[in-house]
């Protein structure tokens, strides 16, 4: 069985492609694959670039794990999902996504945490959708959308569920740019070669200084609430009906 995820280098930049032949769920193989593949990048000194197969970033978290896992699933799952989003935010090197379609979250939480985001133009949808299918936005995630969200935006993103089309995502922070889907491989190409040649240590510890607020919450959110503990109230819940 193929890997979700695959890493190529080319030069100074990494690619990380997601491709399950489905619709990106962020599943523990698929987390696992990524924080790999970020492994590499880290290794290499590289550009990061993360996209997905076209018409599709990623469809979020893998619903099935909340409806059906046990209880270190879900804590195993919600885990590796905020600790790549912290991993993105505060990666040594640039990070460019380069969203192909749809993104859910946990999709969505990776594009807010990368430093440029540019994505095709297309019906696709955008946004964090959790309260609209029940489930209660993560703090983790919270935080993630805090800092790069438009306050307006925030509360609507976070709040009622609802979705954005590219052309909206850019005006609420989720995107940077929206290219036609036909040149967005190429765009991401060039993009990526002109984050290379940042002076990758002032980069970094500018990054680290502007984003120490939100970077400490989404550590505080991810110890406070990501617990074995709470996967197994949720467990409990899930049972009672």
């Known amino acids: 069985m193929s890997e979700p995820a695959t890493y190529m280098r080319s030069g100074a930049v990494g690619k990380i492609v997601m491709n399950d032949g489905k619709a990106n769920v962020m599943s523990l193989r698929m987390l696992s694959a990524l924080h790999a593949a970020f492994d590499r990048a880290e290794a290499d000194q590289v550009v990061a670039l993360l996209t ?3 018409g599709c970033f990623s469809a979020g978290f893998d619903l099935k794990v909340f409806a059906q896992g046990s209880a270190r699933d879900i804590h195993a799952l919600l885990r590796s999902g905020a600790e790549l989003a912290h991993r993105v935010l505060s990666f040594p090197a640039p990070v460019l996504t380069a969203c192909t379609g749809h993104a859910y979250p946990m999709g969505a939480f990776l594009m807010l945490s990368a430093d440029l985001r540019l994505g095709a133009d297309g019906p696709f949808r955008i946004g964090m959708n959790e309260v609209a299918i029940g489930i209660p936005v993560p703090g983790f995630a919270i935080e993630v959308a805090r800092q790069r969200l438009t306050p ?3 509360n609507r993103a976070t709040t009622t569920g609802e979705m954005f089309s590219p052309s909206e995502a850019v005006v609420a ?3 940077d740019r929206v290219i036609p889907v036909a040149d967005l491989a190429a765009a991401a190409d060039v993009a990526a070669e002109q984050l290379a040649k940042l002076n990758r240590a002032a980069h970094y510890a500018t990054k680290l200084r502007a984003r120490a607020p939100a ?3 989404i550590r505080a959110a991810i110890e406070s609430e990501l617990t074995l503990e709470n996967a197994q109230r ?8």
């Open 173 to 175: 922070g989720f995107l």
């Open 215 to 217: 970077l400490a919450a």
């Open 152 to 154: 307006a935006y925030f």
């Open 234 to 241: 949720t467990v409990a819940r899930r049972s009672a009906g």
């Open 52 to 54: 997905g197969r076209g």
